[in-house]
C-alpha cells in the first residue's frame, strides 16, 4: 500500500463491540452527531449527554432548541463520530426514535434513541487517536445537572445488569 493512501472504513458490524460500550459507560466521551437540515446540508454539532442502551442502542439528550432537534425530526438518519485514546475512531450510522419528549431533570431536554444501523472503523494509516473531546464541569452545580442527565438517560438500560 501507498504510503498515505486511505483504506475504506471497514465495517466493523451492527452492534456495539465491549470497547465502545465500556467507553460510554466512562461518561467522559463527547461526540459528534451529523444530521441533514431541510435543504439537504450537512450539520454537525458535540453532544456529552449520551449513554448505551444495550448493544443496539444509544440515548442522547438533545435540547429541543437545537439544529439537529430540529433536523432529526424531518430526517431520522443520523451518523455519530467516536474518538477516543487508543486510536479508537469510528462512525456509527443509525436511525433516531424518539424516547421522551420532555425529561423530567430539564424540560427542555428531548430523550432521543439511535438504533445501530452499522459501525465503521476510520482510522488513518498515519495517525493514532491518542484523545477523544472532552469537556469539564465549571462548578458543582454543573456537576449535579449532570449526574441527573445520565441518571434519566440510564433507566431502563440493560447493558449495565
Known sequence: MKRGVEILALLLGTELNATLIELFKKRINTVIIASIDADCRP???PFHFISVHDSKHLRVAISKFHQTWQ???ENWDVTIAILDEGDIAVSLKGRVRLVKETMDSDQSLAIIEVEVDEIR???????????GIRIRHKNEASLHYSCQIFQELLQGATIYE
Open 43 to 45: 450539520h454537525t454539532a
Open 71 to 73: 433536523n432529526i425530526n
Open 121 to 131: 472503523k476510520n482510522n488513518s494509516c498515519n495517525f493514532y487517536v491518542t484523545q
